[in-house]
Nanobody, 124 residues
Framework: QVELVESGGGSVQAGGSLRLSCAAS????????MGWFRQTPGEEREGVAR????????VYADSVKGRFTISLDNAKNTVYLQMNSLKPEDTAMYYC?????????????????WGQGTQVTVSS
């Protein structure tokens, strides 16, 4: 079992920055893929960024490329999402996700463990 706890959400004006954190506990040694998703009311959860824990290889959604950065601190079992140049359309609940399988895609079904989410609100 892997537990994930997000933090770092909040309200910011357009153009600003936020850094989300996701602390993992439990059988973290078994995790091969970690990711960030976001969801707005009435919409499907969409993948934002994912990272292969052993290689550090990262993949980003087109909508956040060049603005968001996912990173991993192995010593702290924590994955981060640095979000710069934020836009109102980035407003969403952001979820951390993990899986023991290798990173494959951005589907919700590709991740077996989820955090509770942290709200990000970007005002214009």
């Amino acid at each position: 079992q892997v537990e994930l706890v997000e933090s770092g959400g909040g309200s910011v004006q357009a153009g600003g920055s936020l850094r989300l954190s996701c602390a993992a506990s439990g059988y973290t040694y078994s995790v091969n893929c970690m990711g960030w998703f976001r969801q707005t009311p009435g919409e499907e959860r969409e993948g934002v960024a994912r990272l292969t824990t052993k290689s550090g290889f990262t993949v980003y959604a087109d909508s956040v490329k060049g603005r968001f950065t996912i990173s991993l601190d192995n010593a702290k079992n924590t994955v981060y999402l640095q979000m710069n140049s934020l836009k109102p359309e980035d407003t969403a609940m952001y979820y951390c996700a993990a899986d023991i399988r290798r990173c494959y895609g951005f589907r919700v079904a590709d991740f077996g463990y989820w955090g509770q989410g942290t709200q990000v609100t970007v005002s214009s």
